[in-house]
């Protein structure tokens, strides 16, 4: 138990100083500039900022001149790099929004179909049904893989064609390519299926034009997390052109789920997002480089990696097959100051790396390959985790700055 304010800050310097010794490769972090980071804590951290659905000018509370103009200007700036007509930002991470965008589009015994947690799935509608009440209204089926870690869209087609979804979710925590949510969108015009986009791992790669916007593509809404390849606060959204979809769940996400919305987001997420305008497109390709180098370079030291056959993968994401027991790999490279997932439910024995923090620290081809020298070291070589942990806190101490950012 904390007694002295001083151990509080000790502890906090402690995980500071053990994280930047750290080689970050956790697909679902990033790392906030010092001009976001400095844009989240306000009088903002303290003030609520509740509106009604469709009538944000009528604020509930008092004292909101101020924080309507941040609300809606953010709202306007996400509308922006996602090329959508209406956004809100009221959902407090991805979950939330994900949770929001399925208890307002189903209605009782409608079929969801999502990404199974075995291709790397987030888990979104599948725990839901674990509520028993849901269990009992919502039905949920898995979109089908293929082997190189894509959707299998004729699979899926014929999945749709035969058991009728309200809704099909496209997209997960392992992404390696992009979905083909343009050529699903004439079956699901044909079948009337809502298609959403959960793009909690991919919304900075979106952003900034390495992966296509699936809105574009036709997708009815995408939601997902502000702090993964995309480098805000963390949070979520909901984005859509369909206002009659934006008003269903603008009244479920308030009051249903969220009341309080945790509005010190707002001008951290339009800094970032200000700066993703700026650099974003540079950041983006960069991370797709790096993927590309990094999964060769683990290739070549004998590592099996998902893809392969496909180029390995287009986004942040590395899948690197073990066998078995990946969370013993993720927890011996752990012990070499090494940070990446396995998928935590044991569902798949993949291992997941992602490259986007490594990208923002300023890292391209050439340490891709230092990385994967040192994964080798301790995963191949039999080296003990201890030994090779000098040379991860030298490579991550000669890039501790930032790139891409005001
Ligand atoms: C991380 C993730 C989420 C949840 O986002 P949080 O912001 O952590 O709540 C939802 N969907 C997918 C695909 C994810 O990877």
């Given at each position: 138990m904390f007694e002295n304010p001083r151990d509080i800050d000790n502890l906090l310097k402690k995980h500071l100083s053990y994280r930047e010794s750290c080689l970050n490769l956790i697909a679902s972090e990033n790392y906030a500039s010092e001009f976001v980071r400095g844009h989240q804590?306000?009088?903002?951290?303290?003030?609520y900022g509740c509106y009604e659905t469709g009538n944000p000018?009528?604020?509930?509370?008092?004292?909101n001149r101020y924080i309507h103009e941040f609300e809606m200007q953010t709202q306007a700036l996400v509308c922006d790099i996602f090329h959508a007509k209406y956004a809100d930002l009221r959902p407090i991470s991805g979950h939330l929004a994900g949770m929001a965008v399925a208890l307002a589009l189903l209605e009782v015994d409608d079929l969801v179909i999502e990404v199974s947690l075995a291709d790397w799935g987030h888990g979104m509608v599948g725990p839901m049904c674990d509520i028993s009440q849901l269990g009992k209204t919502i039905r949920i089926d898995y979109m089908p893989f293929d082997k190189n870690g894509g959707v299998d869209f004729d699979g899926l087609v014929a999945q749709v064609r035969e058991l009728k979804p309200k809704l099909v979710i496209f997209g997960g925590s392992g992404t390696l390519f992009a979905e083909p949510v343009k050529a699903f969108r004439p079956v699901a015009d044909e079948l009337n299926i809502l298609v959403g986009y959960d793009a909690a791992h991919v919304t900075g790669l979106i952003a900034g034009g390495a992966m296509p916007n699936p809105l574009d593509e036709g997708a009815d809404v995408m939601f997902g997390s502000t702090h993964k390849s995309f480098p805000g606060p963390q949070g979520g959204f909901v984005v859509s052109n369909r206002a009659d979809l934006m008003d269903k769940i603008g009244k479920t996400i308030s009051p249903s789920l969220v009341t309080s919305h945790h509005i010190h987001r707002l001008p951290a997420l339009a800094a970032a997002i200000l700066e993703m305008k700026a650099f974003g497109a540079d950041y983006a390709a960069q991370i797709v480089k790096n993927t590309k180098a990094l999964s060769k370079a683990l290739d070549a030291h004998g590592f099996k990696i998902r893809g392969k056959e496909r180029g390995y993968s287009d986004t942040h994401i590395i899948l690197l097959e073990t066998d078995g027991g990946g969370q013993s790999v993720a927890k011996r490279l752990e012990m070499a100051d090494i940070l990446l997932s396995d998928?935590?439910?044991?569902?798949?024995s993949d291992v997941r790396l992602g490259t986007q923090e490594a990208t923002r620290r300023g890292m391209k081809e050439k340490e891709m390959e230092e990385i994967a020298l040192l994964i080798k070291r301790v995963m191949?070589?039999?080296?003990?985790p201890e030994a090779v942990r000098g040379d991860v806190g030298e490579l991550s101490r000669r890039f501790n700055g930032l790139e891409y950012c005001f």
């Open positions: 804590t306000s009088d903002l951290s303290n003030r000018q009528n604020r509930e509370y008092t004292g998928d935590f439910s044991g569902s798949s191949l070589d039999g080296e003990s």
